[in-house]
């Protein structure tokens, strides 16, 4: 149990346009949902941190209007980064905390390249 | 604040030999710490975790990792590396009163043949 999806898993888009990344938990309900970046060779950053219907909370430093944050279910959260530019391009990881557990489980990530 | 730290950007252990990544925390109270691996292009897998309970913490693929709260240290070990082992691991900090982590800078472990 515990597994955290994570839809497209790579994705190219040109710059301007935005793009949606779905974390899905698919087997359990998730309290909270996390979403992090990670640059080629660095460690993960935290971004945001979500529950579901209530608004996300922002790292200091990350811009809200650019990465919207939607956590409508307790399944599901999306992460849209709008007017996106080659600067956005990362490897965005979602994780999910499931009520009762002291840990988070991992989505396996989703590869931006903005062109 | 809690943060940890990952002395070790690269090791390089031969094929056999004992694994040791080394990370120290600062904490301000009990910290739950978490060691992680990652493949290339991949999400993170949970190796173990400490959670206050015994300090010696044994995890998958044989893997343990040691909680001493004197040197503050928690540092992961496995008496005889395979080559499946090469991958980067992440050690990792609850921040106080919080679920969310804190990661350190991570470790790339390379096994030599």
């Known amino acids: 149990g515990a597994v955290v999806s994570q839809h497209p898993s790579r994705v190219i888009c040109k710059s301007g346009t935005s793009v949606k990344i779905e974390c899905r938990s698919l087997d359990f309900q998730a309290t909270t949902m996390f979403w992090y970046r990670q640059f080629p060779k660095q460690s993960l950053m935290l971004m945001a941190t979500s529950n579901e219907g209530s608004k996300a909370t922002y790292e200091q430093g990350v811009e809200k209007d650019k990465f919207l944050i939607n956590h409508a279910s307790l399944t599901l959260s999306t992460l849209t980064v709008t007017s996106a530019h080659p600067e956005d391009s990362s490897f965005y990881i979602c994780?999910?905390?499931?009520?009762?557990?002291?840990?988070?489980?991992f989505g396996p990530g989703t590869r931006l390249t903005v062109l | 604040a809690q943060s940890v730290t990952q002395l070790g950007s690269h090791v390089s252990v031969s094929e056999g030999a004992l694994v040791l990544l080394r990370c120290n925390y600062s904490?301000?109270?009990?910290?739950?710490l978490f060691w992680y691996v990652q493949y290339p292009n991949q999400g993170l897998q949970l190796l173990l975790k400490y959670t206050s309970a015994a300090t010696l913490v044994k995890g998958i693929n044989g893997f343990e990792a040691e909680f001493k709260k004197s040197e503050t240290s928690f540092h992961l070990t496995k008496p005889s590396a395979h080559m499946s082992d090469a991958a980067e691991y992440f050690c990792a900090v609850f921040r106080a009163g919080s679920y969310q982590l804190t990661f350190g800078k991570g470790t790339k472990l390379s096994v030599i043949p």
């Open positions: 904490s301000s109270v009990p910290p739950y």
């Open positions: 994780s999910a905390r499931r009520g009762g557990y002291n840990e988070q489980f």
